[in-house]
């Protein structure tokens, strides 16, 4: 089994409390097995998720000054969701850092996407606590890099509505249509959510605090969407 120093080395980073990382990789169902009493990484993880967060948004309120709050919403949901942050845990190897229970480990735990998705949440919630919050930033933005740059590629960020007129139309004369499916929550602090349709098909569903900005949130999932297709598209005629 590797070492926690392997572990800091890709990481790039070394703890003054070696302990905060050993907890980080410790799994929920070591507690099960062995009593009440050990310690796992859920109260890690729960503070590496807010960590995450904030950093993530943080760029991407700098890096798109121009965006509206549904898009930016829409960009860090593909930066931190699951499979995104799992993809990050395994290239940092985190699978082979865990320590299970011998159930967790027999059914597969070591290498189940949304366990190492967790655990890198929990590592980065060690390294804030071993630290502070300008290196924990630093580290994130530094593993994230490689997903932070392929937003540059993603469809134009700045007007998603304009683009996906612009794209669908290039087809077809036929606009898309925004339907509002649902409002909720007091006058001061209102949630909408809004749905794109083109030819009768839905494309994308996006929410935000006004119906503008459910309308560019739904957008741009329906630019991805169309961005996913393409690209699968590519892919097959390639074969």
Known sequence: MPTLAELEAELGYRFRDLALLRL?????SLAHELGGGQQHNQRLEFLGDAVLQLAITTRLYQQFPELGEGPLTQARAQLVNRSTLATHGRRLDLGSHLVLSR???????????STIADTFEAVVGAVFLDSDYATVRDLVLRICRDSLGELESLPSLANPKGELQERLQAKSPEPPHYELKSSCGPDHNRSFECAVYHHGVELGRGSGRSKKSAESAAAFAALEKLRT???????TNAS
């Open 103 to 113: 159930g967790e480990e027999t059914s597969g735990g070591r290498t189940r996407g």
């Open 229 to 235: 297709e393409a690209t699968s598209d590519e892919a």
């Open 24 to 28: 980080a990789v410790t799994h929920p």
